[in-house]
């Protein structure tokens, strides 16, 4: 009888340390997948976070490429114009130039670096105007009249006197009843570029 017991007390000491080592392994093996989820969701989280700044970095490259491919430059074919307004004689000399190559495609700050004396009055790819303030008198005032059967330009000076610049060779039947009119009183004309113009319009 005692030995029947004996028999049953150790079955169930084995019964209850299986469970127990079950109920041990259970519980380990529930902690090791709660701390893998764990570790997962902060490893999907922060590749989430990475794939939003590579994608917010690349975003803010491609608007700088995109800034800086929109950029107004100077083209080739830019018309280059400077114009100097003399405080003496209250005139502005515009003076038509051809492009400088050491200014094509430039931006605006890179020509201002370059002409630092000069204020950017326009500025596209197409056209440059630069302008700057002098003191004293521009020396390019001349008035066109008719002498006789020529076309003849004198340079105005300082004392409002008039000395005689060119004579043109231009012969008055080449030019209009109005022109002729004109004439009489004198074509009053400020720089020499200005002053081709109206001498190429009368040809």
Excluded at 23 to 41: H, L
Excluded at 49 to 77: F, G, V, W
Excluded at 102 to 118: A, G, H, R, T
Excluded at 166 to 185: A, V, W
Aim: glycine share 4%.
């Amino acid at each position: 009888m005692k030995r029947i017991v004996i028999i049953l007390i150790a079955v169930g000491i084995v019964i209850a340390t299986i469970f127990t080592s079950f109920f041990i392994v259970n519980k380990q093996a529930s902690k090791n997948n709660k701390s893998d989820t764990i570790v997962g969701e902060i490893a999907q989280e922060e590749e989430i976070l990475d794939e939003c700044t590579d994608e917010y970095e690349s975003m803010q490259a491609q608007n700088i490429l995109e800034t800086n491919a929109s950029e107004e430059r100077i083209s080739p074919n830019c018309s280059f114009t400077q114009k100097i307004y003399y405080s003496g004689c209250k005139h502005t000399i515009s003076n038509y130039l051809e492009l400088p190559q050491d200014v094509v495609n430039l931006n605006k700050e890179e020509l201002q670096e370059q002409y630092v004396d000069w204020e950017i009055e326009k500025f596209s790819s197409d056209e440059v105007i630069l302008y700057k303030e002098k003191q004293g008198e521009c020396g390019e005032h001349f008035v066109v009249r008719m002498d006789g059967e020529n076309v003849v330009i004198y340079k105005i000076l300082q004392d409002n006197k008039e000395e005689l610049y060119e004579i043109t060779g231009i012969s008055p039947e080449y030019l209009t009843e109005n022109d002729k009119i004109n004439m009489k009183n004198g074509i009053y004309v400020n720089g020499k570029q200005e002053l081709n113009r109206l001498i190429e319009d009368f040809e």
